[in-house]
């Protein structure tokens, strides 16, 4: 009965380490490690934490342009979602950008869901089963970029 037990156990112990979860990563980081140490990484790439600092969310700005923020959302320091918010004079260089960061994302997610894709709206979704990465361009009076990384998984 014991080695029952046991055997079982040590059934159970190993199916839960061969399923352990895995996250996409921001920036050739992994979004399952603590949003403290991102932050703390972002930083040392250059990006100042700004001082308006939430208890759900770190937020860092590039010093250089002050047209590039992140915004590392957290819950008890698990990373849930990063939202990079860029901000640009003209809206040729956000489609520039959008197109950019859409062509890499599509090569390592695959070719995105495209929910609008017209001159002044674009959305392109990315999605597996470690998260999801949307890219939205809204080429208004004031033309913003946003990518938001989610650890969100989709249903298999």
């Known amino acids: 009965m014991k080695r029952m037990f046991w055997a079982m156990l040590a059934a159970v112990m190993l ?7 895995e996250y996409i990563n921001y920036r050739g980081m992994s979004m399952g490690m603590s949003a403290r140490q991102l932050a703390d990484s972002l930083q040392k790439q250059g990006l100042a934490l700004d001082t308006t600092k939430y208890e759900d969310r770190y937020v860092l700005a590039d010093t250089l342009a002050n047209n590039f923020t992140v915004a590392i959302y957290h819950q008890n320091d698990t990373i849930g979602d990063i ?18 960061i859409r062509d ?3 090569e390592e997610f695959g070719w995105p869901n495209m929910g ?13 089963k470690k998260g999801t990465v949307i890219v939205t361009l809204l080429n208004t009076y004031s033309p913003t970029l946003t990518v938001r990384y989610s650890t969100a998984q989709t249903p298999e």
Not at 83 to 100: H, R
Not at 116 to 128: S, V
């Open 15 to 21: 199916s839960a380490c061969s399923s352990e979860r």
């Open 83 to 100: 939202l990079e918010n860029y901000i640009a004079t003209y809206n040729d260089s956000t489609s520039q950008l959008w197109q950019k």
């Open 104 to 106: 890499e994302l599509a």
């Open 116 to 128: 609008k894709h017209g001159d002044l709206h674009k959305e392109a979704t990315f999605q597996n």
